[in-house]
């Protein structure tokens, strides 16, 4: 599946650093706005340690093969960009074609790099933003309102449902709440899935702090703004250093393991992202396993086993039979498939089986 998360700020708040660090793609990175004028693209792993496990199980595949996604660093946004301001509708439209949007918030201090509006304010930093979305959004829902008002004096049902849709972003906008904070029914959310508005997009808020600051981010005030933004606005958020990441984008295993450990953290901020990024979209992982490869599947929670195998190949969701599951955990307990079945662990699930992250699937079919 092709996802893609855009990593998105105003200008210099370390977003380039941050998807250098991500991709080691060497997007260009300087202390000056719009140094990105095209959008980076970057392919990134999910980083897992159940993949490495069943490698360990199979006696050994031609090729282990992780799950991954799209990272694009999208150049910075600045008052008035729904408006044409810098360069405008040019980054709006990039972050249109995004699955989900990882908001870099600058949390530190440096004389030495140049903010935007001149001193580090992260919350007004946020509202800039979000609110150059909402405007964009804005415009969008008000030129479709117009197309679609016709028709409803002509009692067309369409889009008399559409235009009360419609209002009701309207409404929501003009008081700068996003899209993604609107109720609506499950037959609205259809609609308004299809008007593709920027605001329908979940968030990630990625604050940025100090390379000596992130074993004490208690105590970075601007930290703790952001945190309770992302609580009121029922994001998800976590803290990074990306200087300190692009230091250990560049380390092997063995080293990145080291100088983790002496900096006293547990897993590098660019694992937390990813992941986070990975569960904000609603995604889990499947595996398939055996002498060719050993490889992890992405899947959208709550799909059934047909649609799970039709990521492999569509053949294999037209003529499913039936899927072969075992749990992650009942395998590597068993220490090998045949132990596994031996030991009953083995189901063969039909066609209203609801896959769960961590299955490992072989598929039956017939076409």
């Not at 596994?340 to 609801?354: F, I, S, T």
Request: hydrophobic fraction near 40%.
């Amino acid at each position: 599946m092709a996802l893609t998360a855009g990593i998105v700020g105003l200008p210099n708040v370390g977003k380039s650093t941050l998807f250098n660090a991500i991709t080691q793609a060497g997007a260009e990175s300087a202390n000056y706005p719009f140094c990105t004028i095209d959008p980076n693209v970057g392919i990134v792993e999910v980083p897992d340690h159940r993949l490495q496990k069943l490698t360990e199980l199979v006696n050994p595949p031609k090729k282990t093969i992780p799950t991954a996604f799209e990272f694009t660093d999208i150049a910075g946004i600045v008052k008035g960009a729904s408006k044409g301001e810098g360069l405008g509708n040019k980054f709006l439209s990039h972050i249109r074609q995004v699955d989900a949007i990882c908001h870099v918030v600058r949390c530190f201090q440096d004389d030495n790099i140049t903010h935007v509006s001149g001193k580090v304010d992260p919350i007004s930093d946020i509202e800039t933003i979000n609110l150059e979305l909402i405007l964009a959004d804005l415009e969008t829902v008000l030129k479709r309102i117009q197309r679609v008002e016709k028709l409803t004096r002509q009692k067309d049902k369409e889009a008399m449902a559409e235009f009360e849709v419609l209002s009701k972003l309207r409404d929501a906008f003009e008081e700068e709440i996003p899209a993604r904070a609107v109720e609506f029914t499950e037959d609205q959310q259809k609609l308004v899935k299809g008007f593709h508005l920027l605001t329908s997009k979940s968030v990630l808020y990625v604050a940025n702090v100090g390379e000596d600051e992130l074993l004490d981010i208690d105590n970075n005030k601007y930290v703790q703004l952001v945190k309770e933004f992302a609580e009121k606005d029922e994001a998800k958020f976590i803290v990074i250093s990306a200087k300190v990441e692009s230091e250990i984008a560049e380390l092997d295993g063995e080293e990145k393991a080291m100088f983790l450990e002496e900096l006293g953290i547990a897993q590098s901020g660019l694992d937390q992202l990813i992941q986070a990024t990975y569960q904000l979209l609603g995604f889990a992982t499947y595996f398939t396993a055996g002498e060719q490869e050993v490889r992890a599947w992405t899947f959208k929670k709550g799909i059934k086993a047909p649609q799970a195998a039709g990521i492999i190949h569509t053949d294999f969701e037209k003529g499913f039979i039936r899927a072969e599951t075992v749990s992650y955990e009942d395998l590597v307990e068993a220490g090998s498939e045949q132990a596994a079945k031996e030991k009953g662990k083995v189901r063969l699930e039909g066609k209203d089986y609801l896959v769960k992250d961590g299955d490992v699937m072989h598929f039956r079919f017939n076409v």
